[in-house]
């Protein structure tokens, strides 16, 4: 079974409610936060956070908006980071849910590398050494529930489901919009298990709310060549 998610932005409230749901279901503990002038606390993901729901206050066509993101891992279709793992104990698919999922043997992987391959600058190392990241609430989902943050959205802005269904509603969705809006979009819909509706520029959002620039315009497996071709090549120069 094929799963994803549809995130609507354009109805999140940024109540935070799928935040603190991602907390309770993994017993993630508080961290410490700041007035820092913002909605947005804690300010980033953390081996202790693993959605974040960013906020930016930007003015569009002369009104202020406050633009919402529910960031959490995209679940790739072809996930770079369980490609430059290459070890299926730290970094694998899930074939019940098609969940990209880390375990403790992620300690063992060169974390820099792994962090590196993603286009969306999720993934985070703790000081255990593991890389941790949004599991997709698979023990859940594995037993007919719907992922935390899922079940907690009162904004009906997140949705969950077979991807072809969550496709169709995404599309629909996104045709509504755009009457009001011409440019909305899909964020990297063919791309990803985690499908965002943005209603406006996805840099006015977060720099990582599409692929990262060096990313576009390419193939994963040619973007993960491209990283891992100079580190093979520094390997053989210390093996001669």
């Given amino acids: 079974m094929s799963y994803a998610f549809f995130i609507d932005t354009t109805l999140c409230t940024g109540c935070r409610a799928c935040q603190v749901a991602c907390k309770q279901w993994h017993d993630l503990p508080a961290e410490e936060t700041l007035n820092r002038g913002t909605h947005q606390n804690p300010p980033d993901l953390s081996d202790r956070t693993y959605k974040v729901v960013r906020m930016n206050e930007v003015v ?138 943005l209603a406006f520029d996805p840099m006015q959002y977060h720099e990582n709310a599409i692929a990262s620039s060096e990313f576009q315009g390419i193939s994963r497996h040619m973007a993960l060549r491209r990283m891992i071709r100079p580190f093979s090549r520094a390997v053989a120069g210390l093996s001669g």
């Fill in 60 to 197: 569009i066509e002369k009104k202020l908006r406050w633009l919402f993101f529910p960031e959490q891992c995209r679940h790739c279709i072809e996930a770079p980071c369980l490609e430059a793992a290459g070890e299926p104990t730290a970094i694998y698919r899930d074939d019940a849910t098609g969940a990209i999922l880390y375990t403790a043997e992620t300690r063992h992987l060169a974390a820099d590398d792994i962090i590196a391959a993603c286009p969306y600058n999720v993934p985070r190392k703790g000081p255990d050494g593991v890389l941790y990241k949004c599991d997709m609430c698979v023990d859940r989902v594995r037993n007919g529930l719907q992922p935390a943050c899922v079940q907690t959205c009162t904004a009906g802005a997140m949705h969950f489901g077979e991807r072809e269904s969550i496709l169709a509603m995404a599309e629909e969705r996104l045709a509504t919009v755009r009457k009001q809006v011409p440019k909305a979009s899909l964020a990297d819909a063919n791309d990803v298990t985690v499908i965002y509706l």
